[in-house]
């Protein structure tokens, strides 16, 4: 048997359920009409960049400039200094006697 308790709590809860509801139904239709703002701008903007492909290109005189080209002289590289040889570790000799 239910009480008037239980039977205010499960109308309290479907009321909550309810407003849960609209809440999610309003967020959802929001988020749609962004989806589609977002849908609209990235078609105009596909739509300009093929217009501007289309759009045969301007033939521009390309003047060619005559490059000198530099002779570097190249100087010959100092040869390094030897290092002196490492001294050789290891045992000590034995003692002559």
């Keep these: 048997m239910a ?3 239980k039977l205010k709590a499960v109308q309290e809860l479907r009321a909550a359920k309810r407003i849960e509801r ?3 139904a ?3 239709a ?3 009409e962004q989806e589609a703002a977002k849908q609209e701008a990235n078609e105009k903007r596909i739509a300009a960049k093929m217009a501007r492909i289309a759009e045969p290109e301007p033939t521009h005189v390309v003047e060619e ?3 000198e080209e530099v002779v570097v002289e ?3 590289k100092p ?3 030897a290092k002196p040889a490492a001294k050789k570790r290891g045992r000590p000799a034995k003692a002559k006697k």
């Design 3 to 5: 009480t008037s308790f």
């Design 22 to 24: 609209e809440l999610e």
């Design 26 to 28: 309003t967020a959802a």
């Design 30 to 32: 929001e988020h749609e």
């Design 65 to 67: 400039e005559v490059i």
């Design 74 to 76: 190249e100087k010959p």
């Design 79 to 81: 040869k390094a200094k």
